[in-house]
């Protein structure tokens, strides 16, 4: 079984640990399977590592994998991340997402808004699609609001964003604090061949990007 079945591979290669701006300054990304109540927390892997928190990116400086025993010793880690799963005792356990998630900075949403002169506003998750390097992205969302010179707008339907991941990331210039950080998730996250699913979460605060590339639905559209 190879790693880039079903669920692709990666342009984050060895070469680039410790070395790649992955986003801006305030960027902070970290696998936490330790996270009280999330979707991707557990005790112990399936090769019997304790739940742990690793760090993926730091400062904007890609820092980290998602790893198992092997693969920790093949990149270089000083041990695994805790993160090698099976979805039933029938499967043969594959390194999986656990709870991925932005680590929040400071702030409310109400005055990253008001601080924001000409933007969109973009609430619940509705698609994805991603390319099988995780290089270029697309995310379509349920609900949008025009943001005008720090006030919310006009409602928009499913807008969308995408771009390039390195990209999104190096243009965040602001995150919300702790009181605003929600764990999402997904209880079918799918990978493998065969397939596998399995519950993985994302936390993260609301977070300014600029200059994205964003695109609305028009009526009669989809």
């Not at 996270?35 to 742990?52: C, I, N, R, T, Y």
């Not at 000083?78 to 043969?92: D, I, K, P, V």
């Not at 900075?105 to 619940?124: A, N, S, V």
């Not at 009181?179 to 399995?198: F, R, S």
């Amino acid at each position: 079984m190879q790693e880039i079945n079903f669920a692709g591979a990666s342009f984050l290669t060895p070469d680039k640990l410790g070395t790649l701006k992955y986003g801006s300054d305030i960027v902070n990304l970290v696998a936490d399977a330790t996270a009280p109540g999330a979707l991707g927390s557990f005790g112990f892997d399936d090769e019997g590592v304790q739940a742990q928190c690793v760090d993926l990116v730091k400062a904007g400086k890609f820092q980290g994998y998602l790893s198992s025993r092997d693969t920790a010793l093949l990149v270089g880690l000083n041990r695994s991340g805790g993160a090698m799963r099976a979805e039933s005792w029938h499967f043969a356990p594959i390194i999986r997402m656990t709870n991925i998630s932005l680590k929040p900075g400071q702030g409310r949403l109400e005055e990253l808004i008001e601080d924001t002169k000409d933007g969109l506003y973009l609430e619940t998750n509705r698609s994805w699609s991603i390319d099988s390097m995780r290089y270029n992205f697309q995310f379509s969302t349920e609900v949008g609001y025009e943001i005008k010179n720090g006030k919310l707008g006009r409602m928009l339907k499913n807008p969308s964003y995408s771009g390039i991941t390195p990209e999104f990331w190096n243009s965040c210039d602001a995150i919300c604090g702790a009181t605003e950080y929600v764990h999402w998730g997904t209880p079918n996250c799918g990978k493998g061949q065969p397939m596998q699913t399995m519950w993985t979460g994302h936390g993260a605060s609301p977070a300014r990007f600029r200059k994205l590339s964003v695109g609305i639905a028009q009526s009669g559209g989809n």
